[in-house]
């Protein structure tokens, strides 16, 4: 370990020497997260494996007054476990126990680190399943999930994250274990603390158990696929679906951009010249979504849609969600670099707001494609960038920042599922009022009075202030972090 | 429109500005304001002596329902937390659409939100945390504060919506509220169950919730002679015939269950149904809500049953799927003790919660009976937040987070 600071050696013994990184060479993989323009590097990355590991840890890190910085598995897209001012990642990823599943009574109860498709696989042949699907899901923690509250495709009907908490375990920063309806009771008495801990993005405390709701997983589909010549006729069929009263499972669309990004990468037979493509799936009772379909197809038609396909064919369903699961692997083919913006609108917002995210590409010199989950009217405008070029980093920056508030003036917000970290917290201000932003920094101090963990991530600090918008010599990509 | 005057008389405001005005006021005065809404006035310890009693109601004059903005194409409504929900459910239904929420008529949106209230439509629409997308409050120093929107998803700042969902009113004055809204649906299908014993859903409920049976609302209750379960389906009229036709296969196959009757009507027929089931509740002087794992619902009305049997006879209501039971009646001071003390031990035994909404008159020479129980191991934090959010201690003061409550926990953290 090259590394000298004294909390080192006493963080090694906490979580024995296999659990600790401190060789700046390995620390290089931890000097971000899935938002590659925020980079720091931590004094140590510390793999806890329990409850009281993590006591402990945070302890001596207080002792050492060292930043407390928690990780899932670092899928996070707005910067949110990236550690400046020196901190320590503690990482929840071997904390891996599904430690009980309880079908009569339908929860789970698993340790912060479980990756979110993990209990999905545990629940296999139940029935059951645990429905918050990021995309990442794959790879993404559970606790992870929890800190943004995540979301995902299945969403528009099945809910985000907080929907399916039942209670946690948490430690503060000060070391205490604590606990928030646990137990497998479907609601308590007061306020709801798991719910204000879900999404709170590691600023609080850090998650250690989670118990997790499951629920039936739906049995029958259908599953529809249309293109479309213009994004304006494929946005307007997501709101009038919606208006008409039917819930969809999930809708999401990409545009022309990721239809060729796609097709070029994979050839699933989409027509490389249309301008949107839908992609839609209801469940529910078998012998009524033929019906249901009828409807669904009619409004598309209406809304000039072509190339209508539905289908109740798991194969075919499994391909077309292929589809949409590759979307992101196939930018990677097409671009050195890409960042991911989030933000929600009302659904009958979608047409206009993506209108104007097409015309702000234009205005920076950008290339932008678009897949996203538009039942939500969460989009995800993905920037085409290259990351050497300091230039475009700082376009990529200020288009972000433009759409952003036009999401607002629209009545949506900043982000619908990615977080704020440290990405999006020049733009609070414009998201919130100023009392509004006074009470969550005295929630925040509820918690956390010395501003010990995850600081100037989600609110700004008063201590640590961290600086995206101005260029860094030398650095593309860098953050200019200082003292207040 | 304001009248501040401080004493325990109800002062009606009918906007946020009035609200503001009146925090002013009592922060100066050190005055409580207190609102423990109309169906829920027994619920926590009592208000303190001296305090203003707050009743908020928009001006419906200019207001359609109470309603501020619907985004009828979005399934979305703002609206005023004083509207009552009877006014929202007649201005939502004018574009077919409707608040998946079982709530008493009479109550206010910003009551529903606060008490967290809920029945057995929950089972298919969630409870108000799943349906709350944002809300205007004021806060302890009379200032408008805004969180979460209009939108479906939003992760930006503190999910202090749902934080405030069952807050009971400790946390600031709710004014305005946006929550989702559903179509109203085109039939619903009401079946009755004979049950030979409240634990059936504890064994088959897991399952049946796999099928086409899996029910839009779900009940049960201890009817004279027999434990009766009421399931409501909810959709197209072909929907609800298939779920019917599984439910009887199920039926079928399960002993100790049998079918009573079935009903296809309307939603408001549904409404109107599930309003009545309710209705004891607001009438009982006595009343507790018992919060167990839903698969141990079953068994704790069984022994509350048995304790009625040679206690004294009780009404039982239960939400299977989500372990939630409401038990009282016209019991003796004597008599709510001891079933007090039932719901303690239940609870103790399932890691469950339970909260009185009625008591009868506390008996002088006898300890009084704790509103809430078994404390739970968030306490400290909660006390915390009180003091982050309303440090003067403004809002329905001691009501839940009290020092009379866990006097020993309230030491550890001041």
């Known amino acids: 370990m090259a590394s000298a600071h004294p909390a080192i050696a006493e963080l090694a013994t906490v979580v024995g020497p296999d659990n600790i990184l401190a060789d700046p060479d390995e620390l290089l993989v931890y000097e971000c997260d899935g938002f590659p323009i925020a980079k720091g590097q931590p004094t140590a990355v510390v793999f806890p494996t329990t409850t009281e590991q993590v006591s402990q840890v945070i302890r001596t890190l207080v002792k050492h007054d060292l930043q407390i910085v928690p990780r899932g598995s670092g899928t996070g897209l707005a910067g949110g476990a990236v550690v400046y001012d020196g901190g320590v990642l503690v990482t929840t990823s071997r904390m891996t126990q599904i430690e009980k599943i309880d079908l009569p ?22 029935g059951y399943h645990y429905s918050p699907d990021p995309s990442s899901q794959r790879a993404s923690t559970i606790g992870g999930n929890c800190s943004t509250n995540a979301g995902g495709i299945n969403t528009l009907k099945h809910g985000v994250t907080t929907n399916h908490i039942l209670g946690l375990e948490f430690v503060l920063p000060d070391g205490t274990i604590m606990h928030t309806r646990a137990g497998g009771v479907c609601d308590g008495v007061g306020p709801d603390l798991p719910a204000l801990l879900c999404g709170s993005e590691g600023t609080f405390a850090l998650i250690t158990r989670i118990w997790c709701r499951i629920v039936p997983q739906p049995a029958h589909f259908r599953t529809f696929y249309a293109v479309y010549d213009s994004t304006f006729d494929a946005c307007k069929t997501v709101t009038d679906v919606i208006a008409a009263g039917i819930l969809p499972t999930s809708m999401e669309m990409m545009d022309g951009g990721m239809i060729e990004a796609v097709e070029a990468a994979f050839h699933f037979g989409f027509p490389t010249t ?21 409807e669904i197809v009619a409004i598309a038609e209406s809304n000039h849609a072509k190339d209508i396909m539905s289908c109740s064919d798991p194969k075919k369903r499994a391909e077309l969600w292929q589809a949409r699961k590759k979307a992101f692997g196939a930018v990677g083919r097409i671009s050195h670099s890409y960042c991911t913006q989030d933000a929600c609108v009302p659904r009958s917002k ?21 897949v996203f989950h538009a039942g939500d009217g969460n989009i995800h405008p993905i920037m085409l960038f290259d990351e050497d070029d ?35 917290l020049h733009l609070m201000d414009k998201m919130f009022n100023p009392q509004t ?10 918690f956390d009075p010395k501003r010990r963990i995850n600081d100037a991530k989600l609110i700004p600090s008063d201590k640590l202030h961290v600086e995206l918008l101005t260029p860094v010599t030398n650095q593309p990509g860098g953050a200019v972090v200082t003292q207040v | 429109m304001t009248d501040t005057t401080i004493d325990n008389t109800t002062n009606t405001i009918t906007n946020s500005d009035g609200l503001a005005e009146l925090v002013t006021q009592c922060a100066a005065s050190k005055t409580p304001i207190v609102d423990y809404g109309v169906a829920h006035t027994g619920l926590g310890f009592p208000p303190p002596d001296e305090h203003i009693q707050l009743a908020y109601r928009p001006d419906l004059n200019t207001t359609a329902g109470g309603v501020i903005e619907h985004y009828d194409r979005d399934m979305t409504v703002r609206a005023h937390a004083g509207a009552t929900m009877r006014e929202l459910r007649d201005a939502l239904k004018t574009t077919r659409q409707f608040l998946p929420i079982d709530a008493d008529d009479d109550l206010t949106l910003g009551e529903v939100v606060t008490h967290n209230v809920y029945g057995p439509m929950r089972v298919a629409y969630g409870s108000v945390r799943d349906l709350l997308l944002g809300l205007h409050y004021i806060d302890g120093q009379g200032r408008d504060i805004h969180v979460g929107g209009r939108t479906v998803k939003n992760v930006a700042g503190y999910d202090v919506t749902r934080f405030m969902v069952g807050s009971l009113g400790e946390f600031g004055l709710v004014h305005e509220a946006t929550i989702r809204t559903y179509a109203i649906p085109e039939q619903a299908t009401l079946i009755d169950l004979k049950l030979d014993d409240p634990g059936l859903f504890d064994r088959v409920l897991s399952q049946w919730m796999l099928t086409d049976a899996a029910p839009a609302a779900l009940s049960m209750s201890n009817e004279p002679e027999r434990w009766t379960a009421h399931l409501i389906y909810l959709g197209r009229s072909s929907a609800c015939a298939v779920q019917r036709r599984s439910l009887e296969t199920l039926i079928d196959q399960t002993e100790g269950v049998h ?12 409404q109107d149904e599930l309003s009545a089931r309710r209705v004891w509740r607001r009438g009982a002087t006595t009343l507790v809500k018992l919060m167990v794992p839903p698969a141990l619902t079953g068994a704790a009305c069984g022994e509350i049953q048995t304790w009625g049997e040679s206690n004294a006879p009780v009404t039982i209501e239960a939400m299977p799927a989500h372990g939630c039971i409401f038990t009282g009646g016209e019991l003796s001071p004597h008599g709510a003790r001891k079933l007090g003390d039932l719901a303690n031990h239940i609870c103790r035994a399932h890691f469950g919660q339970f909260a009185w909404h009625a008591r009868p008159p506390v008996i002088p020479e006898a300890p009084k009976i704790a509103p809430f129980g078994p404390l739970q191991p968030d306490w400290p934090m909660m006390w915390r937040l009180k003091k982050a959010m309303d440090p003067k201690r403004l809002f329905n003061p001691g009501r839940f987070i009290t020092t009379r409550s866990h006097p020993k926990e309230n030491d550890a953290n001041n």
Request: net charge negative; aromatic share 4%.
């Open chain 1, 350 to 370: 979608l047409p206009e707001v993506m209108a104007e995210v097409g015309k702000l590409g234009d205005k920076f010199g950008l290339r932008i494609t678009n």
């Open chain 2, 259 to 270: 079918l009573i009757g079935s009903t296809d009507g309307t939603f408001d027929r549904a």
């Open chain 1, 437 to 446: 932003l006074d009470t969550f920094d005295r929630i925040k101090r509820a």
């Open chain 1, 390 to 424: 300091p230039q475009q980093v700082q376009n990529v920056l200020r288009l972000s920042e433009e759409v952003l508030e036009y999401c607002i003036e629209v009545g949506g917000t900043i982000t619908g599922e990615h977080g704020v970290g440290v990405e999006k």
């Open chain 1, 105 to 126: 009574n339908r929860y789970a109860v698993v340790q912060a680190g479980v990756r979110n498709f993990a209990l999905t696989e545990a629940l296999a042949g139940s």
């Open chain 1, 274 to 294: 249309a301008q949107a493509l839908l992609l839609l799936e209801i469940d529910g009772i078998d012998q009524v979504l033929d019906q249901q379909m009828k």
